[in-house]
């Protein structure tokens, strides 16, 4: 069992940037993929980013250059750092963990229910 906490939520003006955190415990951090996933008010989920245990990351289309997902195999700890953020990310964030050590296999990117294990979820409220 993997136990995911998120912390780093919280609010912003447009433009300006917030970093989330999420710690696991309960698995061999190595070994895990990670992502993020969010839900905006009224809407689905969707997922932002995510990070193969051996390092690679994927990134949605629309929110590639303004976001880097990464982590600290070391700290079992997870960051999304969201840079000139824009009222539409406002959002509760999810980190999201499953098992997944086979380096010629990922899951597919966006599928959800390749996750096993999520967070309670994190908001973000950015302001116009």
């Known amino acids: 069992q993997v136990q995911l906490v998120e912390s780093g939520g919280g609010s912003v003006q447009a433009g300006g940037s917030l970093r989330l955190s999420c710690s696991a415990s309960?698995?061999?951090?190595?070994?895990?993929?990670l992502g993020w996933f969010r839900q905006a008010p009224g809407k689905g989920r969707e997922a932002v980013a995510d990070v193969h245990s051996r390092g690679a990351t994927r990134y949605a289309d629309l929110l590639q250059g303004r976001i880097t997902i990464s982590k600290d195999n070391a700290k079992n700890t997870l960051y999304l750092q969201m840079n000139n953020l824009k009222p539409e990310d406002s959002a509760v964030y999810y980190c999201v963990a499953s098992l997944c050590d086979d380096e010629n296999y990922w899951f597919p990117f966006g599928r959800e229910e390749f996750y096993k294990y999520w967070g309670q979820g994190a908001h973000v409220t950015v302001s116009s």
């Open positions: 309960g698995y061999t951090y190595s070994s895990l993929c």
